[in-house]
């Protein structure tokens, strides 16, 4: 196999020995990695760089240095440049020691594995040279913060370091923790649910044990302090620890049984519940399903009160067809939040859960308002109002506004 050596950085400059020319020939936006000419012919080096040598690409007659995010040189020994080399002579059948490269600059670390995941298909381990100290860190801090929001843990930088190996999870930690820390809660509600939401998924297969442990706490905690996340946080955990928890999950048949006779009704029902939460399916024989949603009232705290709650439903069929989703708007009815859709089910077998965390209209910000559509038409006639209340207060170009003005304008 003939080894590619491409850059590993987005930025690279020309170098001859003395001056850096300006980043990727003065088109800072552009990305060299996907410049033509690293195609073939170049060979990984090092070049003197004050004290140290800085990691580079040569060509037998040109030099370019690699940059970290800030234009810098990326300081190298010469056997980390021979660890880089013998990754990339397998690439992208590469399997990084992580020895040789546990003391490889951060930037080099980060490109490479970042790389490395995109091209080829790396086994969980190598993603250990990702500064998971930053993790359990700011987890740490958080925990403190969550103790006393006046007196808030260390303020940590995550950034995009762990990214190479899973998204979705430094993002929410640290907008939940900005969320404290400036006691608004609206932001640390979108770090919250987005945070919960997102360990129901994201593969944690290359999240070192160690973290996932650290998470435990955290996870625990923000159920604890607002009963709306009280449910989604035990399926979370649960995960975490790998095992499993009790969940808003029901398989429906959009084909029941017949009746015993013409004048019957078939339906069926099922129901599940902890303590606070109860979703209830009615099934009908025409293929629809009624789903009730009840949960408590939120109790203000560290994440505010909120008028704009809506419980997500998500419908996936076992034949691997696309997912329907459903957002129910919930209206108070005594001490809790109540709200109801009627849609049909797709054919055969499907999973319907309410496992998600209940959502606010700032979480709905990123959906289409045609995705939205369909859950106020499901919706009864209480559910609906509610939702079109709240998109009263919504701005102008909000997609659950948008959604439902076109419900008003089809009635």
């Known amino acids: 196999m003939t080894a590619a050596h491409r850059p590993l950085s987005a930025w690279v400059s020309h170098f001859d020995g003395t001056t850096l020319d300006p980043v990727n020939d003065g088109d800072d936006r552009s990305d060299a990695r996907a410049f033509a000419h690293f195609a073939t012919g170049w060979a990984r080096t090092t070049t003197p760089w004050g004290d ?22 990326i300081p190298v020994t010469p056997e980390i440049v021979r660890a880089v080399e013998r990754v990339e002579r397998d690439w992208p059948d590469a399997l990084p020691d992580t020895g040789d ?8 670390r980060y490109w490479l594995l970042r790389r490395l995941a995109a091209e080829g298909d790396p086994p969980d381990e190598v993603f250990a040279l990702l500064p998971w100290d930053l993790l359990d860190r700011a987890v740490t801090s958080l925990l403190t913060t969550l103790d006393d929001p006046a007196a808030p843990g260390e303020l940590v930088e995550m950034r995009h370091w762990l990214t190479p190996a899973v998204r979705g999870l430094t993002g929410p930690l640290e907008q939940l923790d900005h969320g404290l820390r400036t006691d608004d809660p609206r932001v640390a509600r979108l770090g919250a649910s987005g945070l919960l939401d997102n360990l129901r998924h994201i593969p944690l297969s290359r999240v070192p044990a160690t973290s996932l442990a650290r998470l435990v706490p955290l996870v625990r905690r923000l159920g604890a302090a607002d009963p709306l996340y009280r449910h989604t946080a035990r399926v979370v955990e649960a995960r975490l620890v790998g095992e499993s928890a009790p969940r808003m ?16 009704v078939r339906e069926h029902t099922e129901a599940v519940a902890d303590e606070a939460f109860s979703v209830r399916f009615d099934e009908t024989q025409a293929g629809w399903v009624r789903v009730l949603v009840q949960v408590p009232k939120p109790t203000g705290g560290l994440f505010g009160d909120r ?27 005594g001490d809790k939040l109540v709200g109801v859709v009627s849609f049909a089910l797709p054919r055969g077998w499907s999973e319907v859960d309410c496992d998600a965390v209940p959502a606010s209209a700032d979480d709905l910000a990123a959906e289409h308002p045609d995705v939205l559509l369909p859950s106020l038409h499901a919706s009864i006639p209480p559910s609906a109002r509610q939702w079109l209340e709240i998109a009263d207060d919504l701005p102008a170009g909000h997609p659950a506004r948008i959604a439902a003005q076109r419900f008003e304008e089809s009635l």
Do not use: C
């Open 249 to 264: 999950s029901v398989r429906l048949n959009s084909a029941l049984d017949a009746a015993a006779n013409d004048e019957d």
């Open 101 to 108: 490269l546990a003391d490889a600059p951060l930037p080099l």
């Open 307 to 333: 008028a704009d709650v809506f419980a997500p439903i998500r419908v996936a069929p076992r034949d691997e067809s696309p997912e329907q989703r459903y957002w129910v708007a919930l209206y108070p009815e």
């Open 52 to 73: 140290t040598f800085a990691l580079a690409l040569t060509d037998g007659s040109a030099t370019v240095v690699e940059l970290d995010d800030y234009g810098r040189p």
